[in-house]
Structure formats: structure tokens, C-alpha cells
């Protein structure tokens, strides 16, 4: 198994930045892909970005400029840069894992709430 952890998040004013992070711990070793996921109140989960454990990035094209997702191999960590923030961008925010050999299990932290005011 795999544990998740979220951290960072809270209330930031509109334009604000703010730096999310995910521990991972646990059966880890044969995690190729960390990355993550938000939900608004009343709407789907939505994919933000994910990293390779060579750091190979992809990002949705609507986070792409103001998110900057980023690894730490060696403390098993992923962090999320988020900058020029919107009250649309309050939401959970989800860390989530995929191992190599089980790419369709996706192992999800519990999340991290940001609010953004005006």
C-alpha cells in the first residue's frame, strides 16, 4: 500500500501564491507517476498536472503557466507552485500515485483544502 499525505493548503487572496506538498510512504518503491487532481464544490475531480520519476511533466493545458508540479525522489515528495491564484482555483486539492507495474490503481491522498478570497 501506499500512503499519501497532503500539505500546504489554507486561505490565500486572489493573486496570491501558494506551495502544496505530498509525502508518500509505504510500498513505494515502484511508483513511476505522482501528481495532482482538485475538486471544486459541485464539480468533477479535475486533473492538474503529473511527474515522472524522471521528472517528465504534463500538465492540463488550463493549469498550464500558473501551476508548477516538481519531485523529490529522494524524500519521496511532490510538490505543487501555484501562483496568480483565482477564486475559481478553491477547491480540495488530491496528491495521487501510479505504480509502474499497476498503472490502472491510482492511490489518492485525502486532500488539502484551498480557498482563495477576493
Known amino acids: 500500500q501506499v500512503q499519501l499525505v497532503e500539505s500546504g493548503g489554507g486561505l490565500v487572496q486572489a493573486g496570491g501564491s501558494l506551495r502544496l506538498s505530498c509525502a508518500a510512504s509505504?510500498?513505494?518503491?515502484?511508483?513511476?507517476?505522482m501528481g495532482w487532481y482538485r475538486q471544486a464544490p459541485g464539480k468533477q475531480r479535475e486533473f492538474i498536472a503529473a511527474i515522472t520519476s524522471v521528472g517528465s511533466t504534463n500538465y492540463a493545458d488550463s493549469m498550464k503557466g500558473r501551476f508548477t508540479i516538481s519531485r523529490d525522489n529522494t524524500k519521496n515528495t511532490v510538490d505543487l507552485q501555484m501562483s496568480s491564484l483565482k477564486p475559481e482555483d478553491t477547491a480540495v486539492y488530491y496528491c495521487?500515485?501510479?505504480?509502474?507495474?499497476?498503472?490502472?490503481?491510482?492511490?489518492w491522498g485525502k486532500g488539502t483544502l484551498v480557498t482563495v478570497s477576493s
Open positions: 495521487y500515485a501510479k505504480k509502474e507495474s499497476t498503472p490502472s490503481i491510482l492511490y
Open positions: 509505504g510500498s513505494i518503491f515502484t511508483i513511476n507517476i
